[in-house]
């Protein structure tokens, strides 16, 4: 079974500092990754995915993550933390059940606090 | 993109009632999801269905049911809600494909009495 493990449900950094949020997966197949993030009192956007084309994935505002075959692990980072960056952060995996139909597994989150 | 309607904002329902949450997507996306989202346990998925009539079991599925009888409509249904549902649902269509952009209702927040 697929599933998805967030380090930290709460991380809080410095305005200009690096921001870090572990994703660890486990999936019988190659998967597809992905980071959604949630602002508060909002709906779920799209950060970015990992569909096998690029290791290294650029995605919106800054973000990036890279994916990690041999740790299987997908970390998000952000070079210079913006206060507009406190969120929480969301990795999923879509990958197929033991029927062989694709699901989407999200993780617990991540809190990022922005401290200025 | 797809725009994802979910029927309720904001439900109080008392414990025992029947529940009956709507989702319609206004393309024509095969993949429908249900998901809870709950403080501390981010999004669990409830059920899932690939097509008409189609439908599969998530990782919470106890306690719900879903009807999808058209392609664009999945609905979930709670035969007998407890006060442990309380919650936001979220319906989720995912665009083309097996990587394809998640979109998102605006959630459903049940309060069962």
């Known amino acids: 079974a697929q599933s998805v493990t967030q380090l930290g449900s709460h991380v809080s950094v410095s305005e200009g500092a690096l921001v870090l949020l572990r994703c660890n997966y486990s999936?019988?197949?190659?998967?597809?990754l992905f980071w959604y993030v949630q602002y508060p009192n909002q709906g779920l956007q799209l950060l970015l995915k990992y569909t096998s084309a690029a290791t290294l994935v650029k995605g919106i505002n800054g973000f990036e993550a890279e994916f990690k075959k041999s740790e299987t692990s997908f970390h998000l980072t952000k070079p210079s933390a913006h206060m507009s960056d406190a969120a929480e952060y969301f990795c999923?995996?879509?990958?197929?059940?033991?029927?062989?139909?694709?699901?989407?597994?999200f993780g617990t989150g991540t809190k990022l606090q922005v401290i200025p | 993109d797809v725009k994802v309607t979910q029927s309720s904002r904001y439900l109080v329902k008392r414990t025992g009632e029947k529940v009956f949450l709507e989702c319609v997507q206004d393309?024509?996306?095969?993949?429908m999801f249900w998901y809870r989202q709950d403080p501390g346990l981010g999004l669990r998925l409830i059920y899932f269905s690939y097509d008409v009539k189609m439908k599969e079991k998530g990782d919470i599925p106890e306690g719900y049911s879903v009807s999808r009888e058209k392609k664009e409509r999945f609905s979930l249904i709670l035969e007998s809600a407890s006060t442990n549902q309380t919650s936001m649902y979220l319906c989720v269509v995912r665009g083309g494909g097996y990587t394809g952009e998640l979109f998102f209702g605006e959630g459903s927040r049940l309060t069962v009495l």
């Open positions: 999923a995996v879509s990958g197929s059940n033991s029927g062989g139909y694709q699901k989407v597994t």
């Open positions: 999936s019988s197949v190659p998967p597809y």
């Open positions: 393309m024509d996306h095969e993949n």
